[in-house]
Every structure is written in structure tokens, then in C-alpha cells.
């Protein structure tokens, strides 16, 4: 019986690895754009507020 870390082999590539994260970040880019645009767009507003208020 032998001791130590045993053989691994892996069945895909780095082309699988980049379809596959292609195939994620295509599912969830809308509620990232969202999630990032919209306190964003109020930070700007307030920005563009505090440059006709003061």
C-alpha cells in the first residue's frame, strides 16, 4: 500500500474553464449591471444636485 497524495487527472482544459465562466457571467451579467448601476446613477444625481443647490 503506498502512502502519500494520489494522482489526480483532470478531463478538461482551460477552453472548458472559459466557456464555462463565459456561461455564467452571460446568466448573471444583467443583475450585476443593475446592482451596480443603480446606486450609482443616485450618486451621480446627488453629485449633479450639489452642483446647482450650493
Do not use: C, H, Q
Request: proline share 4%.
Amino acid at each position: 500500500m503506498e502512502s502519500g497524495i494520489p494522482a489526480v487527472s483532470l478531463t478538461y482544459n482551460l477552453a472548458d474553464v472559459a466557456t464555462a465562466v463565459s456561461n455564467w457571467f452571460s446568466a448573471y451579467w444583467l443583475i450585476i449591471a443593475f446592482a451596480v448601476a443603480i446606486p450609482l446613477a443616485f450618486l451621480i444625481a446627488s453629485r449633479v444636485k450639489g452642483l446647482f443647490v450650493s
